[in-house]
């Protein structure tokens, strides 16, 4: 097979299988803990296609001209369809494909690597102004630097094919990672559009919300209150919880039968809200997912705390006990076995920190009665 022998052929199979299998572990470990990026955890076969057909490329490409290859762009795209850490995994199989097949350099491996996690990194990592041509200058200057110090290190001649190869390879990368990006961002920008306008509390089905049910209107607007402050400080989004703040009980002025979170849910999609406000809402609920959001943990204890005091309040009590309300919302949580608390994606010292926020807003508490 185009003088590839056969204990070649083997040495491949077994290492790809072992470099897939990792992936995949990555993948699931990510999607258990609620890591990946958007929607990424509902479509699992967009991922799983696309590092299919990337792989397939990657091995053809082991047949054709050393850095002819655009693996920094492709690695980004199955970043941007998973999240960070499953990228990099991708990024050594899609790059190992052609060392192993066809044993290329390994010095061009190592460079394809470092310059890929690179991009991915300068993207995807704490990129929060979502700038893209400054990290893409970057990871330019860097794959030039890089290879040109290969270069002086190998003591190769300069011939022309030197520098063409890995500068085609830079130009489709830099087009498919900057175009990936920016269709991705422009994507999240109408969907957090969409949310800042349901998330206004003078959109009309909230002010409906206030013109038939005063008592649940206040418990949405202190919900929401809360849920915008706490998701802020614990780095989640903040206008979506404000929205599920806002609207998870609005079911209540709906003039459907059955359950609240039946007619919240219908009342919502008649109203074409966003559709990942409305899984927020559901989770809240406790449709069976697992893991349970973040963002949906932070609006149940809101609610719960908000409710507590309000109808405490409502009772005549006059000094509350914020902290022990606090506390045992989230021990009735924990002990429901198999709740929502029990399969957060939060880690315990972040359930901690919730804790801690909430009990920081006594003076706000006090306000509400």
């Not at 010292?349 to 306000?367: G, M, T």
Request: glycine content about 8%; hydrophobic content about 50%.
């Amino acid at each position: 097979m185009n003088g590839i022998s056969e204990t070649v052929l083997i040495r491949f199979a077994v290492v790809l299988i072992i470099l897939l299998g990792i992936v995949i572990l990555v993948w699931i470990r990510e999607k258990r803990e609620g890591a990946l990026a958007a929607d990424n955890a509902e479509h699992p076969l967009r991922f799983f296609a696309l590092f299919g057909i990337f792989t397939l490329i990657s091995g053809i490409s082991a047949f054709s001209p050393e850095l002819i290859f655009p693996g920094a762009g492709l690695c980004l795209v199955l970043a941007c369809f998973s999240d960070l850490t499953v990228g990099v995994a991708c990024c050594f199989v899609i790059h190992a494909v052609p060392l192993l097949l066809m044993e290329k350099s390994f010095e061009y491996f190592l460079l394809e690597v470092l310059t890929s996690m690179l991009m991915m990194i300068l993207l995807l990592h704490g990129n929060q102004k979502r700038r893209i041509a400054e990290p893409l200058a970057v990871y330019s200057l860097s794959y030039v630097t890089l290879y040109t110090a290969l270069i002086i290190l190998k003591r190769l001649s300069i011939v022309p094919a030197l520098i063409l190869n890995p500068a085609i390879s830079l130009v489709l990368s830099l087009v498919i990672g900057g175009m990936t990006v920016y269709t991705i961002r422009k994507g999240i920008e109408e969907r957090e559009g969409a949310l800042e306008r349901v998330a206004d509390p003078e959109f009309p089905l909230l002010l409906r919300l206030k013109a038939e049910d005063a008592g649940e209107y206040k418990k949405a607007i202190h919900s929401a209150y809360l849920c915008d402050r706490i998701g802020d400080r614990m780095g989640l989004n903040r206008i979506l919880l404000k929205g599920a703040g806002f609207y998870h009980a609005i079911g209540v002025i709906s003039p459907d039968e059955g359950e609240i979170a039946e007619r919240t849910r219908g009342l919502l999609q008649a109203a074409e809200f966003p559709e990942e406000l409305i899984d927020l809402i559901s989770e809240f609920y406790d449709d069976g997912r697992d893991p349970v959001s973040g963002e949906a943990i932070v609006l149940s204890l809101s609610h719960t705390v908000v409710s507590e005091i309000l109808g405490k309040a409502a009772e005549g009590e006059e000094k509350i006990n914020y902290n022990k309300v606090i506390d045992q919302a989230i021990n009735k949580m924990l002990a429901k076995t198999g709740g929502i608390l029990q399969r957060s994606s939060l880690e315990i010292r972040e359930l901690y920190r919730v804790r801690k926020y909430l009990k920081e807003e006594k003076l706000y508490y006090d306000f509400l009665h």
